[in-house]
């Protein structure tokens, strides 16, 4: 183009210069309008939604008339926050929509630990409320024991301490635990023939084992005078409010360790050890205690 220009008269040259820069500018000035344009069209929009333009509205973008053309069908649809995790506000102040996002920090540990919490309060009053004591009658429930015949029983603790039967009962966590299978159930092995002199009919011990466990550990440490009866499913521990939680320790739930003498199915005397402790249950003090109720 320049070589054109150049090979021109001076007069055409120059008439030739002047139409170039006309163009030009009012090509310059047809941009500037249509950026003046888009500018007041902005202006207007941002009057009427406040941060539309980048679309902090509450998901109310600006859309172009040829947007709003455009078939909604298919279309993903505004997913607003869930509302347990935010909670969203909007306020109308002066044809402004001012926008307002409130975070409220859901702790769902601390409401499951608190719910745990309470639930094992509420647990530990049931218990405490239920709790076995001198005076209460023996609630009903079912025992199992292998006979000497090495036949599978079931008993009821209705008919275990039934009327006119003077029972020794105590209960361990577990069978073949060290405790439990030294001291324990020994002592009551030893003494059994000095309690019946006492005034005792049956001695049986009890514990959250099935009857198989039972008789095999019976059949262990020769406790032929003492009845091994299994609550495998815990239920008379249960009713007797005695419940160890032994969880911590992999044995699950487990039976306090206690001793007791029965009456005519009322509990007589009865004697609870905290956790898996071994100092108030022991066979002498029950010994002495059926010395004392027979004098």
């Known amino acids: 183009m320049f070589s054109v220009v150049a090979s021109l008269p001076t007069t055409a040259r120059g008439v030739t210069t002047r139409i170039t820069t006309g163009l030009r500018l009012r090509g310059r000035e047809e941009g500037d309008d249509v950026g003046r344009r888009r500018r007041q069209q902005q202006q207007q929009c941002c ?9 902090a509205d509450g998901g109310k973008t600006f859309t172009s008339p040829d947007e709003k053309k455009r078939p909604t069908k298919g279309r993903r649809p505004f997913l607003s926050s869930p509302p347990h995790l935010t909670t969203t506000k909007t306020t109308r102040t002066s044809s402004r929509r001012v926008f307002d996002v409130s ?34 009658r023996i609630p009903t429930s079912s025992l199992q024991y292998f006979d000497h015949e090495g036949n599978l029983q079931s008993i009821e603790t209705s008919q275990l301490c039934s009327k006119g039967k003077t029972i020794v009962v105590f209960a361990v966590p577990g069978a073949f635990l060290p405790t439990c299978t030294n001291k324990h159930l020994p002592g009551f092995i030893d003494l059994a023939a000095k309690m019946k002199q006492a005034g005792c009919d049956l001695i049986a ?3 959250v084992n ?5 008789d095999a550990w019976g059949k262990a440490v020769g406790a032929a005078p003492v009845l091994m009866c299994g609550d495998g499913s815990g239920d008379f521990t249960r009713k007797l409010g005695c419940e160890l939680d032994l969880m911590d320790k992999g044995l699950g739930v487990r039976s306090r360790r206690y ?8 509990v007589e005397y009865i004697e609870m050890e905290r956790g898996g402790a071994f100092t108030r249950s022991r066979a002498e003090d029950v010994l002495q205690v059926l010395e004392e109720i027979k004098s």
């Open 205 to 207: 011990c009890v514990s």
């Open 47 to 55: 009057s009427s939604l406040c941060f539309c333009c980048c679309g």
């Open 103 to 136: 975070t409220k920090a859901v702790a769902y540990p601390n409401e499951r630990e608190d719910k745990q919490q309470q639930q094992q309060q509420q647990h530990e009053r049931e218990h405490h409320q239920q709790l076995i004591k001198k005076g209460d």
């Open 259 to 266: 001793a007791m003498i029965v009456k005519d199915g009322i």
């Open 210 to 214: 099935d009857a198989f466990v039972m």
